[in-house]
């Protein structure tokens, strides 16, 4: 039972660089997200996806971009990253049906990327 | 719009102390409610939740919740607290319908006293 899947678990950025972080949800849900965490701030959301082939806006979205790539995959990419993107990123995934109630609406979350850019 | 405001950014308790963490939440339409652990370097958990059913919510390792609509608050308590518990908790709201984001608060962090 994979869940919600992360990589890498760990970076190291120099600033200025680029990396793309992965996701990919074993569930068949339509919406995923991208948060960040910081101490003192909870979590923040960055990005998210209603469903394949559509992504918004979040909190947080400046310095990042997002490629939907399937119904399973939701990636995150920093094209020139700062020291002020060092955070622990969570990617989450849940189900949505409009119209019903849902059993099981809550979010299930990935294990996070812990990346320091220096 | 939806918000949540946790009270507390740390809650100390002793082992064996009752444990009560305080959640309030805004949101226009009937809400969907949850409470999750984060334990050191790891993800978040679910702990519990509230989807219209019960008001009182049972969860996991003896963790239970109360929806009050007067009140707007869903908050987490543990009758006798354990080493074990101590974690960063989040409460979060999700709308059950329009906007379907999960909003989280800022966290409470849960130290547990021998």
């Known amino acids: 039972n994979a869940g919600v899947t992360q990589t890498p678990k760990f970076q190291v950025l120099k600033t200025g660089q680029s990396m793309t972080l992965q996701c990919a949800q074993d569930m068949n849900h339509n919406s995923m997200y991208w948060y960040r965490q910081d101490p003192g701030m909870g979590l923040r959301l960055i990005y998210y996806s209603a469903s394949e082939g559509t992504t918004d806006k979040g909190e947080v979205p400046n310095g990042y971009n997002v490629s939907r790539l399937n119904k399973r995959e939701f990636s995150l990419r920093l094209e020139s990253a700062a020291p002020s993107q060092t955070s622990v990123y969570f990617c989450?995934?849940?189900?949505?049906?409009?119209?019903?109630?849902?059993?099981?609406?809550?979010?299930?979350f990935g294990q996070g990327t812990r990346l320091t850019v220096v | 719009a939806q918000s949540v405001t946790q009270l507390g950014s740390h809650v100390s308790v002793s082992e064996g102390a009752l444990v009560l963490l305080r959640c309030n939440y805004s949101s226009s339409v009937p809400p969907y409610l949850f409470w999750y652990v984060q334990y050191p370097n790891q993800g978040l958990q679910l702990l519990l939740k509230?989807?219209?059913?019960?008001?009182l919510v049972k969860g996991i390792n003896g963790f239970e919740a109360e929806f009050k609509k007067s009140e707007t608050s869903f908050h987490l308590t543990k009758p006798s607290a354990h080493m074990s518990d101590a974690a960063e908790y989040f409460c979060?709201?999700?709308?059950?319908?329009?906007?379907?984001?999960?909003?989280f608060g800022r966290g409470t962090s849960l130290i547990v006293h021998p």
């Open positions: 509230y989807t219209s059913a019960a008001t």
């Open positions: 979060a709201v999700r709308p059950s319908g329009g906007s379907y984001i999960p909003t």
């Open positions: 989450a995934s849940s189900e949505v049906r409009a119209g019903f109630l849902i059993t099981s609406p809550e979010a299930f």
